[in-house]
């Protein structure tokens, strides 16, 4: 059975650092692409940041650009989110996802939402 399992998440300042990790069990993470997704209180959810199955594409929403970084460690089977200069705005819970045979633009557009999701964690960005 496929399974995302998010963490990492929690209260930081304005300004901090989180690492959310996005462990994978069920699946080979490597075959797959994956994604960050975050939805705020009211908002629909967005993508944030996906990654191919080789690790050799990304892509990043405008508004994190610079200041996120996502990696994936195929060896422990897991995807990380490194989410730097935090801002209020950033504040949502935050979601992974995992689909085959997509493109980073399409699944982080979600013109096709992916069939497998995490149950998130929350980040909230507040002084």
């Known amino acids: 059975q496929l399974q995302l399992v998010e963490s990492g998440g929690g209260l930081v300042q304005p300004g901090g650092s989180l690492r959310l990790s996005c462990a994978a069990s069920?699946?080979?993470?490597?075959?797959?692409?994956i994604g960050w997704f975050r939805q705020a209180p009211g908002k629909e959810r967005e993508g944030v940041s996906c990654?191919?199955?080789?690790?050799?594409?990304?892509n990043y929403a405008d508004s994190v650009k610079g200041r996120f970084t996502i990696s994936r460690d195929d060896a422990k089977n897991t995807v990380y989110l490194q989410m730097n200069s935090l801002k209020p705005e950033d504040t949502g819970v935050y979601y992974c996802?995992?689909?085959?045979?997509?493109?980073?633009?399409?699944?982080?557009?979600?013109?096709?939402?992916?069939?497998?999701w995490g149950q998130g964690t929350q980040v909230i960005v507040s002084s």
């Open positions: 996802a995992a689909d085959r045979g997509t493109t980073v633009h399409a699944m982080c557009s979600m013109r096709l939402p992916p069939p497998s």
């Open positions: 069920g699946f080979t993470v490597g075959y797959y692409t």
């Open positions: 990654i191919s199955m080789s690790g050799g594409s990304t």
